[in-house]
């Protein structure tokens, strides 16, 4: 055991084993990697209490699922919530009930299903090992506002493990150059049908993918109306595999197209369905940036993040500039250089987070082949 202070919390932790940082290890322990993923939550938890109804004195609740040693639990109690740590493992609720113990926290040993279909709580946080799929239907019933999620099962999600992918999350899951974005719409895609079965409507207001995990935030709404609303942003995308056209069509059965409608291929692959709606509400994602502070360790990694996160046009898919430059046997410009060429041409285009060069645009592959030939 060892004592860390992360946000300017104190806490004790047990340091990580082998295989824990990349996700490949369920041990109770600090994995190090996953402080961007706190450091947002906890600017994501100061930016919704800002949100909340202002007449509203009571402090919000906060339960994190799947706490491990509790780490995330003791920040989000220093941010003033009330907080409970739920876990199935003895030696986790031990640990976590001593990283509470100077809050007024609480932590419990119990599955996060039965605690979660027995009690709500207005902030869910689920970050288990591996996927959320088995706690989805516990967790948004028992979400009152703001449900935040976690998977690290990336290669089922992008299509990687195609198999596993659609038997979990229910959907069929394409492994293409947008890999990342293929894996946060097919997570997207799977909790918003769990929510709709209940009634219950989410909407994404911040996302990101970061290295080995997605990661969701997502405004809860008990209403049936709403839930139709959600269920109307799910659909497919159509994506050519020897020319890189996609395009999309909304409905939850797909209409996938006989030939690739730019270079007439056959070689046109159907993914979903996917949530093909915004990934994050841009003004609360710019009020998410304004919380972060210079005492958080990844605090100038997530200000990048959330920068180009609300700036991101939020349509799908994105496009890779590398991958697109070897498809047409030209070399790669700079990537400022790249856009700029784009919104030159009358294109809507920005950077997107999921990689260095990869970006989003309103046009075509035609389109942004046309738009970018002066940069050979």
């Keep these: 055991m060892t004592e860390i202070t992360e946000g300017g919390v104190t806490v004790t932790v047990e340091e990580a084993r082998d295989g824990a940082s990349d996700g490949t290890s369920d041990a109770v322990f600090y994995n190090p990697e996953m402080e961007l993923n706190r450091d ?15 007449h509203r004195e009571e402090r919000a609740t906060y339960v994190d ?28 609720v031990a640990l976590a009930r001593e990283n509470l113990a100077d809050t007024d926290g609480e932590a419990v040993h119990r599955d996060a299903n039965a605690l979660l279909h027995e009690s709500s709580f207005d902030v869910v946080d689920l970050d288990p090992y591996g996927s959320p799929v088995p706690f989805a239907d516990a ?27 659609r038997r979990r999350y229910r959907t069929t899951p394409r492994n293409t150059e947008y890999h990342p974005e293929m894996g946060l719409r097919v997570l997207l895609s799977a909790l918003a049908r769990t929510a709709a079965k209940h009634d219950v409507a989410v909407e994404p207001v911040c996302s990101h993918v970061s290295r080995h995990y997605v990661r969701t935030y997502l405004a809860v709404d008990h209403s049936a109306t709403r839930a139709n609303e959600t269920v109307a942003q799910l659909g497919h995308v159509h994506h050519c595999q020897d020319c890189l056209f996609r395009e999309h069509d909304h409905g939850l059965l797909a209409d996938a197209p006989d030939a690739c409608p730019n270079c007439e291929g056959n ?8 949530w093909l709606g915004e990934i994050a509400d841009s003004g609360f994602t710019e009020a998410v940036h304004a919380e972060i502070t210079d005492d958080m360790g990844e605090a100038a990694r997530a ?13 799908p898919t ?13 070399p790669a410009s700079g990537m400022a250089e790249f856009v700029a060429a784009l919104r030159d041409a009358g294109h809507a285009a920005t950077r997107a987070h999921y990689s260095g060069t990869a970006f989003e645009t309103d046009a075509d592959v035609a389109e942004i082949r046309a738009a970018t030939a002066h940069l050979d």
């Design 267 to 274: 070689r046109v692959v159907t993914a979903g369905p996917l």
């Design 40 to 54: 947002v939550t906890v600017a994501v938890l100061r930016a919704h209490a800002d949100r909340r109804e202002p």
């Design 303 to 315: 200000r990048r993040l959330l920068d180009t996160v609300a700036t991101e046009l939020g349509r």
């Design 65 to 92: 699922a799947t706490a491990a040693s509790g780490v995330r639990a003791a920040r989000a109690a220093a941010e003033g919530y009330t907080v409970t740590a739920a876990d199935v493992d003895p030696d986790a």
């Design 318 to 330: 994105h496009y890779d500039q590398h991958r697109l430059c070897e498809l047409w046997g030209r």
């Design 139 to 165: 967790a948004v019933r028992g979400t009152r506002e703001l449900l935040c999620v976690t998977a690290t099962d990336t290669a089922p999600l992008c299509g990687a493990h195609f198999e596993s992918g």
